[in-house]
T-cell receptor, first 112, second 113 residues
Framework: DAEITQSPRHKITETGRQVTLACHQT?????MFWYRQDLGHGLRLIHY???????NKGEVSDGYSVSRSNTEDLPLTLESAASSQTSVYFC???????????FGPGTRLTVT | EDQVTQSPEALRLQEGESSSLNCSYT??????LFWYRQDPGKGPEFLFT???AGEEKEKERLKATLTKKESFLHITAPKPEDSATYLC??????????????FGKGTKLSVIP
């Protein structure tokens, strides 16, 4: 069955370190998204991609970057981790623009 | 600014006690409205998409409806396994090439045996 996976599931890092969160989908979807989820907030969009070599900034993109070198993967990089980036991160993909998005299991990131 | 408000924030029901969750939205135009279920420690799970006022979708004990300003998720005779956080998201008309979803903060549903 097609799926979307994220790794690691849990990560603890120190302030100032570079961190990369992996997202891999086997749906063969062109569209991929990264969100963060915090108490008191809904899911907030960080970055998104509509295809290979395409990346776009979302609502809360400062301090994050993504790259899309193939259809299956969209890694999220925190250039210099800050305590404010402690959160749960979800990756999602969709078949068509504007269609439902399918989410991964999430990565819980703690920045100390 | 596009806004999505879900109410109530939390809801406790006895098993078998039917109720509704509300999602009200303020957007310039609506391309689609999505309902998701999220269990603790897991990613959101897609439930329904609604595209136009008057549309209804059903799945087991859940029925989603849509008007021009809000959507309801009706839960009929809920069971403890329906306990979860239910998220609403809208896909607004926000300019050419924009396909981003705006999510509400969710309603946490607890169904007590």
């Amino acid at each position: 069955d097609a799926e979307i996976t994220q790794s690691p599931r849990h990560k603890i890092t120190e302030t100032g370190r570079q961190v990369t969160l992996a997202c891999h989908q086997t749906w063969n979807h062109n569209n991929m998204f990264w969100y963060r989820q915090d108490l008191g907030h809904g899911l907030r969009l960080i970055h998104y991609s509509y295809g290979v070599q395409d990346t776009n900034k979302g609502e809360v993109s400062d301090g994050y970057s993504v790259s899309r070198s193939n259809t299956e993967d969209l890694p999220l990089t925190l250039e210099s981790a800050a305590s404010s980036q402690t959160s749960v991160y979800f990756c999602a993909s969709s078949e068509n623009l504007g269609s439902e998005q399918y989410f991964g299991p999430g990565t819980r990131l703690t920045v100390t | 600014e596009d806004q999505v408000t879900q109410s109530p924030e939390a809801l406790r029901l006895q098993e078998g006690e039917s109720s509704s969750l509300n999602c009200s939205y303020t957007v310039s135009g609506l391309r689609g409205l999505f309902w998701y279920r999220q269990d603790p420690g897991k990613g959101p799970e897609f439930l329904f998409t609604l595209y136009s006022a008057g549309e209804e979708k059903e799945k087991e004990r859940l029925k989603a409806t849509l008007t021009k300003k809000e959507s309801f998720l009706h839960i009929t005779a809920p069971k403890p396994e329906d306990s979860a956080t239910y998220l609403c998201a809208v896909h607004p008309y926000s300019g050419a090439g924009s396909y981003q979803l705006t999510f509400g903060k969710g309603t946490k549903l607890s169904v007590i045996p």
